[in-house]
């Protein structure tokens, strides 16, 4: 008897802890905790502050090969400038990449680890640095504003530094591939009196494409989501603006919800008969799918 009790005492201490029990669904199938970790990266990639560790040595690396990018102001503020990697060939192709941060953080100099890829195959290497949503006070307008900015700077000033205002793509991971996609369905003519087709292609990593999900989720916290916000910032609300072909990508170890988001975003794309490139990095988390940039035989450096 004595043995029996022990025997079911032992099973109930070594027996694993029950089922966490579902909340109300908030989205799709998701309760409110499934959602805030669906946009938490820390929650599936556990090596998150390793790899922006290495974006940043990587990106010294890469400046004491290549040198200093060029500075150059496209606005006012000082937040307002961007890096610029020059490569050798003249009326070069200009990449300009969005960096990522859930908005509300990174610089363009951790950033500059991909430059190389462009250096060498003979294009310019351009990031931009703008405001995060904690100087913005949760707003991310001025954020969008600024990023559309500096492509328009780009535009105008190509020739300053030797590239081709013909031959501009963009590119944005993360908060930044949010970013880049809103800057592709930019209304160019109405706002800035530009051609509607100053950009040529883009590279969209990992991204959100319907604030909707967003909103509902942990990161209303810090950004201040309205209507209005959620739909001029939802990219695939505005379609009938994209006026170049991209390349939609995305890591098979990413949340839930941002590979949603990535193949949703891509279907609508498709549906509309718009040129779209879909490609999912296997074993890739978030944080390493742009790392592959730098690897010119990886995934999005190819």
Same mark, same amino acid.
């Given at each position: ?82 890096? &610029? ?12 990449? @969005?960096? *990522? /941060?859930?908005?509300? #953080? =990174? ?77 592709? &369905? ?12 100053? @950009?040529? *292609? /883009?590279?969209?990593? #990992? =991204? ?95």
């Amino acid at each position: 008897m004595g043995a029996g009790l022990v025997s079911s005492a032992f099973a109930q201490s070594s027996s694993s802890p029950p089922p966490k029990q579902k909340g109300p669904l908030v989205w799709l199938d998701m309760d409110q905790a499934e959602l805030d970790a669906s946009y938490d990266q820390s929650v599936y990639a556990p090596n998150i502050r390793q790899i922006q560790s290495r974006y940043a040595s990587n990106s010294d690396i890469t400046r004491s090969r290549l040198g200093n990018p060029k500075r150059f102001a496209y606005g006012q503020t000082p937040i307002e400038g961007l890096d &610029v990697y020059l490569c050798d060939r003249p009326k070069a192709p200009i990449n300009i990449f @969005i960096h *990522g /941060g859930a908005w509300r #953080s =990174g610089l363009a100099k951790n950033f500059g680890f991909k430059a190389e890829t462009f250096v060498n195959a003979g294009a310019h290497f351009v990031v931009p640095d703008f405001i995060n949503a904690f100087e913005s006070n949760g707003d991310l307008m001025p954020m969008i504003d600024q990023v559309r900015r500096s492509v328009a700077w780009v535009y105008k000033n190509a020739s300053s530094f030797n590239g081709d205002p013909n031959k501009i793509f963009i590119s944005g991971h993360s908060s930044g591939g949010h970013l880049a996609g809103v800057t592709l &369905v930019t209304n160019w003519k109405k706002d800035y009196d530009l051609p509607m087709n100053i @950009i040529k *292609g /883009g590279l969209l990593c #990992s =991204g959100m494409y319907d604030l909707k999900p967003v909103r509902l989720s942990a990161r209303s916290s810090y950004v201040k989501f309205t209507d209005s916000m959620e739909d001029a910032l939802s990219t695939q609300r505005h379609l009938e603006f994209l006026n170049a072909p991209i390349i939609v990508a995305h890591g098979s170890l990413e949340t839930p919800d941002f590979q949603r988001q990535s193949r949703d975003f891509a279907k609508a794309v498709k549906d509309m008969g718009k040129p779209i490139d879909y490609l999912v990095g296997q074993n890739y988390n978030h944080f390493e799918m742009p790392e592959t940039i730098a690897n010119p035989h990886g995934i999005l450096g190819k």
